[in-house]
C-alpha cells in the first residue's frame, strides 16, 4: 500500500468513528485487535473496541477536523481536534492524536490503536 492510500485509509478510518460507521469500523480491524486509551483500561478484542466506541454517544456526536495524517510502514498517526455541541453543558474541546498499527495489504486490518486526549479550554 503506497502513503497516500494508506494516508487516505486511516482518514477514513478515524471519520468513521465521528460518523457512527460501525460496520466500516468492523471490517478494519483484526479480531484481537487492541485499543489503548492512555489514562484507562487496555480494550482487547473486535467486540469490546466497536462496543466502546459505539457506546459512547457522545463521540459519535462530536465535530471534528483532522490536522495531520503520517504514516511509516505499517503504523500511522492522526491529529486532531473533537468538539462537543454543547447540549446541556458547556462546549467542550480536546486535541486527540491515534497512533495505528495495521496487518495486510489493500484491506489493512487495525491491529493496535493507542489514544491520548487532552482536554483543551
Not at 480494550?43 to 471534528?64: C, I, N, P, S
Not at 468538539?83 to 491491529?111: A, L, M, V
Request: hydrophobic content about 35%; overall charge negative; glycine content about 10%.
Amino acid at each position: 500500500m503506497n502513503t497516500s492510500s494508506t494516508g487516505d485509509f486511516l482518514k477514513d478510518f478515524n471519520e468513521a468513528f465521528f460518523k457512527g460507521k460501525r460496520d466500516f469500523i468492523e471490517q478494519h480491524v483484526s479480531d484481537d485487535v487492541e485499543w489503548i486509551m492512555v489514562g484507562a483500561m487496555p480494550l482487547k478484542g473486535r467486540q469490546a473496541l466497536v462496543d466502546a466506541a459505539f457506546g459512547m454517544e457522545d463521540y459519535t456526536q462530536m465535530e471534528f477536523e483532522i490536522d495531520t495524517i503520517i504514516t511509516e510502514g505499517r503504523e500511522g498517526v492522526v491529529k486532531g481536534v473533537m468538539t462537543s455541541k454543547g447540549g446541556n453543558e458547556r462546549e467542550k474541546r480536546y486535541c486527540y492524536c491515534d497512533f495505528y498499527e495495521w496487518q495486510g495489504e489493500g484491506e489493512p486490518k487495525i491491529t493496535k490503536m493507542t489514544s491520548f486526549v487532552v482536554e483543551t479550554k
